[in-house]
């Protein structure tokens, strides 16, 4: 009931294109659902995140979705950029629990 | 925005030493602080979550008297690994959460520990 499952693996697209990645969680007592933007060889990094009270959060490139009764939620890059090739984890938390980690989206954008 | 810094970034070092890990959060004061193990293209593993003043709270399988935590400060957590040897290389990772709200936890840049 801890995990947070996330899919795809990996992910190809073309410099442009419009780069999704899904999670999908079971506890209903998280209440918080962030996104982070890992380099090689650097610490994970905030990207965007959203309560289950909204259904859709933008920031920029950015947008998060958000669809409580199915328990899921996914981050749409649009305008993907080769600098955005990075590996992406999704988790869930709630306040003051400790995050929950998706097993990661490596992408990688082409030119 | 929050700032946690982590040093060293890289250490190598023999097998059987000891080897100390700093977290630092730099422009705010963290209440709990966290430690994560990562291995090449897996996810973060959480090893314990430490609150200034009191004892970690270590994972299940997270050997504490391996990994042993220290935040004596609401700005400074440390991880000491001892007695390491080459089943402890990874990648370890701090991060730290606000006091003052309820922002996520940020995260430091890492440490690569390498053992010989």
């Known amino acids: 009931q801890q995990q947070v499952k996330q899919s795809p693996q990996s992910l190809i697209v073309q410099k442009g294109g419009i780069s999704i990645i899904n999670c999908a969680y079971e506890n209903t007592a998280f209440d918080y659902f962030p996104w982070y933007q890992q380099f090689p060889g650097k610490g994970p990094a905030l990207l965007i995140a959203?309560?289950?009270?909204?259904s859709e959060k933008k920031e920029g490139r950015f947008t998060i979705s958000f669809n409580k009764s199915a328990k899921q939620f996914s981050l749409h890059i649009m305008d993907s950029q080769p600098g955005d090739s990075a590996t992406y984890f999704c988790?869930?938390?709630?306040?003051?629990?400790?995050?929950?980690f998706g097993t990661g989206t490596r992408l990688q954008v082409f030119p | 925005g929050a700032v946690v810094s982590q040093h060293p970034s890289w250490v190598i070092c023999k097998s059987g030493t000891s080897v100390k890990i700093e977290c630092r959060s730099l422009d705010f004061q963290a209440t709990t602080m966290f430690w994560y193990r990562q291995f090449p293209k897996q996810s973060l593993m959480l090893m314990a979550t430490s609150n200034e003043g009191s004892k970690a709270t270590y994972e299940q399988g997270v050997e504490k008297d391996k990994f042993l935590i220290n935040h004596a400060s609401l700005t400074l957590s440390t991880l000491t690994v001892t007695s390491a040897h080459p089943e402890d290389s990874s990648f370890y990772i701090c991060?730290?959460?606000?006091?003052?709200?309820?922002?996520?936890?940020?995260f430091g840049d890492g440490t690569r520990l390498s053992i010989l």
């Open positions: 988790a869930a938390t709630s306040w003051t629990d400790k995050l929950i």
């Open positions: 991060s730290a959460r606000d006091r003052s709200d309820h922002q996520p936890q940020h």
């Open positions: 959203i309560r289950p009270d909204v």
